[in-house]
């Protein structure tokens, strides 16, 4: 068996079992990428809860290594390589050093600095920074249906089984009342669709944003409901997208929901 599918198979096995991080060590160490530079350091990055993240110290720089976990709803690996392209010349998203989808990992340069926290989600000076940084992706146009969020919500819906019925109800009844006020015909931007606080990171005056594996098409309200709802606290006062349109009740709503959903 070659490196390639040496590769690829232990990284499979990986959503079953656990290993040391002198295992891990030995598998990053055999990506051709970290071969090449000289792994000199791994630690093992805490905050994802979906796939295996370390960081890596090579000779040619600092490195996060993510080898990805494909069970969840709401991931698919191509859309999010094609994502990841779209958005390097924005500097808003680590530097791509690699991507192997068929291989199930990717590595990109770590970014330096503090992740934020909830009360910067609610601080009217700190949107504005995101709300700047986020405009050019949001300018973006993108097309993938099965990454929209009414896409979404079905496949959410058949995954978590346990999910109580009067909340599946009224998480159909909100998709059905966008949809009469046109919401879903709407879906037409590039959104990041996970921007909770340990997604951003501010080193200075620069934030970057991680983790893009929830990333696709929608409205940029539904991106702002989903920060909103991290927030814990109404922001939409803060928030210029809230202005002029007839649904952020509504899609807030259905975000809320959907977050309720996750908790099944």
Same mark, same amino acid.
């Given at each position: 068996?070659?490196?390639?599918?040496?590769? !690829?198979?232990?990284?499979?096995?990986?959503?079953?079992?656990?290993?040391? $991080?002198?295992?891990?060590?030995?598998?990053?160490? $055999?990506?051709?990428?970290?071969?090449? &530079?000289?792994?000199?350091?791994?630690?093992?990055?805490?905050?994802?809860?979906?796939?295996?993240?370390?960081?890596?110290?090579?000779?040619?720089?600092?490195?996060?290594?993510?080898?990805?976990?494909?069970? /969840?709803?709401?991931?698919?690996?191509?859309?999010?390589?094609?994502? /990841?392209?779209?958005?390097?010349?924005?500097?808003?998203?680590?530097?791509?050093?690699?991507?192997?989808?068929?291989?199930?990992?990717?590595?990109?340069?770590?970014?330096?600095?503090?992740?934020?926290?909830?009360?910067?989600?609610?601080?009217?000076?700190?949107?504005?920074?995101? &709300?700047?940084?986020?405009?050019? $992706?949001?300018?973006?146009?993108?097309?993938? !249906?099965?990454?929209?969020?009414?896409?979404?919500?079905?496949?959410?819906?058949?995954?978590?089984?346990?999910?109580?019925?009067?909340? !599946?109800?009224?998480?159909?009844?909100?998709?059905?009342?966008?949809?009469?006020?046109?919401?879903?015909?709407?879906?037409?931007?590039?959104?990041?669709?996970?921007?909770?606080?340990?997604?951003?990171?501010?080193?200075?005056?620069?934030?970057?944003?991680?983790?893009?594996?929830?990333?696709?098409?929608?409205?940029?309200?539904?991106?702002?409901?989903?920060?909103?709802?991290?927030?814990?606290?109404?922001?939409?006062?803060?928030?210029?997208?809230?202005?002029?349109?007839?649904?952020?009740?509504?899609?807030?709503?259905?975000?809320?929901?959907?977050?309720?959903?996750?908790?099944?």
């Amino acid at each position: 068996m070659n490196n390639s599918s040496s590769i !690829k198979n232990s990284i499979k096995e990986s959503v079953v079992q656990e290993w040391t $991080l002198h295992e891990w060590g030995q598998r990053v160490a $055999l990506l051709p990428e970290v071969a090449a &530079a000289g792994l000199l350091d791994i630690e093992a990055l805490t905050h994802g809860t979906v796939n295996k993240s370390f960081k890596v110290t090579t000779n040619k720089g600092t490195w996060v290594v993510r080898f990805n976990n494909d069970e /969840l709803p709401g991931i698919h690996r191509p859309t999010e390589a094609r994502i /990841l392209e779209a958005i390097q010349p924005l500097d808003l998203a680590p530097r791509l050093i690699a991507n192997h989808v068929n291989q199930g990992y990717l590595i990109t340069v770590f970014c330096e600095g503090t992740h934020w926290t909830q009360s910067d989600l609610s601080n009217p000076q700190q949107l504005r920074r995101l &709300a700047e940084v986020l405009q050019p $992706l949001h300018q973006i146009p993108f097309s993938c !249906k099965r990454t929209e969020l009414v896409f979404r919500l079905v496949e959410y819906i058949h995954y978590f089984t346990k999910m109580d019925d009067g909340l !599946k109800s009224a998480i159909n009844k909100t998709v059905s009342e966008l949809s009469h006020m046109g919401f879903w015909q709407k879906q037409k931007q590039l959104l990041h669709f996970d921007l909770n606080p340990m997604n951003i990171i501010c080193n200075g005056d620069e934030l970057k944003i991680i983790d893009w594996e929830y990333a696709g098409v929608g409205h940029p309200i539904i991106e702002w409901s989903v920060i909103q709802n991290y927030a814990g606290v109404d922001i939409q006062a803060q928030i210029p997208e809230f202005f002029g349109i007839h649904y952020p009740e509504k899609v807030q709503k259905l975000i809320d929901l959907m977050m309720e959903m996750w908790q099944f």
